[in-house]
């Protein structure tokens, strides 16, 4: 059974940083491109981040580049996203997500399965 | 590519059929999924490809359309269909979802 289980999140300042982690199992996680997908309270879903399988290939949506960082442990099946400069806009909960196949161009897929989420609240 | 979704909410009573709209603005050929989420739960997927059902999706579940139109229908909606439902796109980087549908108990 696949299972992706997010932690890290909680209550920051803003300019202050948090690093949000998921662990995988249940499929082979160093063969697929893994996600970061956010939602505001009350809105709608908002792709962040992907990281390919061997990490050569990373993308950010223009929100949040230049201030977070995603990568992954593939000995741990683990995902990470560092995120720094936070600001209120950034409060959400941050979903894990795997793509529903192996290979993407430009990390673009749908996602076949979601972790339960970690919120983040950015205020001061 | 903005994806625009109506209704906005949908109200409609147990047994009866839904059909929910998705717009591209641009052409997404047939990269379109679709998703549910009930209150404090993540997205589940649904439908990818424009019609193709996930895992364990039931049958009353359907999406159509290609290019820049698509539908979801749910035949005859069951009191575990009242959820927020999102489209979704991944032809064009960066991949982009809709606002949502609300379908809700009339």
């Known amino acids: 059974e696949v299972q992706l289980v997010e932690s890290g999140g909680g209550l920051v300042k803003p300019g202050g940083s948090l690093r949000l982690s998921c662990a995988a199992s249940g499929f082979t996680f160093s063969s697929y491109t893994m996600n970061w997908v956010r939602q505001a309270p009350g809105k709608g879903l908002e792709w962040v981040s992907s990281i390919s399988s061997s990490t050569s290939y990373i993308y950010y949506a223009d929100s949040v580049k230049g201030r977070f960082t995603i990568s992954r442990d593939n000995a741990k099946n683990s995902l990470y996203l560092q995120m720094n400069s936070l600001r209120a806009e950034d409060t959400a909960v941050y979903y894990c997500?795997?793509?529903?196949?192996?290979?993407?161009?430009?990390?673009?897929?749908?996602?076949?399965?979601w972790g339960q989420g970690t919120l983040v609240t950015v205020s001061s | 590519i903005v994806m625009t979704q109506s209704p906005v909410t949908l109200s409609v009573s147990p047994g009866e059929r839904a059909t929910l709209s998705c717009r591209a603005r641009q052409s997404v050929s047939s990269n379109l999924a679709w998703y549910q989420q009930k209150p404090g739960q993540a997205p589940r997927l649904l439908i990818y490809?424009?019609?193709t059902r996930a895992t364990g999706i039931p049958a009353r579940f359907s999406g159509g359309g290609s290019g820049t139109e698509f539908t979801l229908t749910i035949s005859s909606l069951q009191s575990e269909d009242f959820a927020v439902y999102y489209c979704q796109q991944y032809n064009n980087w960066p991949q982009t979802f809709g606002q949502g549908t609300k379908v809700e108990i009339k």
């Open positions: 997500a795997k793509p529903g196949h192996t290979v993407t161009t430009l990390g673009l897929s749908y996602f076949d399965y």
């Open positions: 490809g424009a019609s």
